[in-house]
């Protein structure tokens, strides 16, 4: 089974991430309700630690929201032989859903924008 891929990273969420890890693999900022890829990591194992930094825009600053961190520990999602990107996507109330795929496109993203729009 290959160990190596990308990271695909989805945000859900009304605030900037400043940065987050996949086991220590950096996955790149997101703007809120944006998305982003990195490349090329080793991401084997049993258990995936999923850290991440909240950010904050202009406005929500002069509201005086502040910087947080957060983590995250959830089984390594089952692989198959094709799988090349590791899909994080990043829920409302600090929640994170982790899926494997061949290509860009990650099996939750339907049934996830329905859930939660996207529409920043």
């Not at 991401?43 to 929500?60: A, T």
Request: hydrophobic fraction near 30%.
């Amino acid at each position: 089974m290959p160990e190596g891929g990308s990271l695909r990273g989805y945000s859900y969420i009304d605030r900037p991430i400043y940065s987050y890890w996949v086991n220590d693999n950096w996955g790149g900022n997101l703007a809120a309700f944006g998305g982003g890829t990195t490349c090329c990591w080793s991401l084997g194992g049993g258990s995936v630690e999923v850290v991440w930094i909240l950010s904050m825009s202009k406005e929500q600053q002069e509201q005086g929201m502040e910087q947080e961190r957060h983590s995250v520990t959830l089984p390594m999602p089952e692989r198959s032989r094709e799988d090349r990107y590791l899909h994080v996507h990043f829920l409302p109330e600090n929640r994170v859903e982790l899926v494997w795929s061949p290509d860009f496109g990650s099996p939750l993203t339907d049934k996830l924008e329905q859930e939660y729009p996207r529409d920043g």
